[in-house]
């Protein structure tokens, strides 16, 4: 039997695949981030190989037995003299690897390795896409500091923002305000400085999470929220739009799919997004698959291109029934 390994590394968490050349899913684990903007290059490549063991334990087979791999690192592609150092000692673990940025799996698993854009919005945002003649193109994905439009750092910083708007007059309080005292327990308004430079602006996870308080105002009918995550949908529309120009596309209209925790609000980010890919003459479609079954249908479609037509056909007919 033929299996394939895909990883999926995330700024917080890796997650990790093992499925056979069927489409049966024999393993899956989760383990911590493999981005070497965050940890040493020893730590990213024992975390590599300690989850890929731990799957291959499951099949009781070994990491050279592997017919494919793929590993979808963050940053991968722009540190050039890291990506060497961890290529070079990657290889030394499977006999067939490939080693990209996590946006390529997030794209796999979306559009199923077919011709289209995707677009992130999880902690950070980026947008990547792939025309019919395999040339690639990204937007976005600067630095969450200064870029990372739409995505959670991004709503949860401007979250915070106006939550003190609220607080101070600004804004008119809606139910973002109530929530945020309540999450908390604030006695004080201004007792939400001490929590936000202790416990939330310090990691970006936890800035992110604040989205959600966001998003939970914004449902609950807060009018200064909800535009929020309108203009949230409009600057990854904008990266969406980028990519396009910047390829070849044949099909008309483009594919447009997202992954990413934003979208885990639904109707709050994806109908104002819908519409504005809608008016670029682009088509919003749901994603196929999750970034670590992407990571798997891109070991294969490298390695084994009838493997990966077994693959696709077994997981389409599954998610049909």
Known sequence: ????????????????????????????????????RQFSIEHVVNTIRDIALQCCNDASI???????????????????????????????????????NDVEVGWAGALACEPGINVVAGTGSIIYGRDESGKSLRSGGWSKT??????????????????????????????????????????????????ADSEIL?????????????????????????PLYIEAARELSDGAKAVRKGLDFIQSPVSVSYTGGVFG?????????KEFIHDAGMELVAPLFDPTEGAVLLAANEFNTDHFNQICDAWESQSTK
């Open 1 to 36: 039997m033929a299996y394939y390994l895909g990883i999926d590394g995330g700024g917080t968490k890796t997650a990790c695949m093992l499925v056979d050349a069927h489409g049966s899913i024999v393993s899956k684990k989760v383990g911590p981030s493999i981005s070497h």
């Open 62 to 100: 070994d990491l050279q037995s592997l017919d494919g791999v793929c590993i979808g690192q963050p940053a991968f592609g722009e540190f050039p003299e890291q990506d060497k150092l961890i290529f070079e000692e990657v290889i030394q673990l499977f006999n067939r690897v490939h080693i990209t």
């Open 146 to 195: 200064f870029s990372d439009e739409g995505s959670g750092y991004w709503l949860g910083m401007r979250g915070m923002a106006l939550f003190a708007k609220q607080s101070d007059g600004r804004a008119p309080k809606g139910p973002l305000y109530d929530i945020v005292r309540g999450h908390y327990s604030l006695k004080e308004d201004f007792d939400f400085l001490t929590i």
């Open 202 to 226: 310090p990691y970006p996870d936890q800035v992110a999470a604040f989205q959600r308080l966001l998003a939970k105002a914004g449902k609950d009918g807060d009018t200064t929220a909800q």
């Open 265 to 273: 609000v639904g109707d709050l980010i994806l109908k104002p997004l």
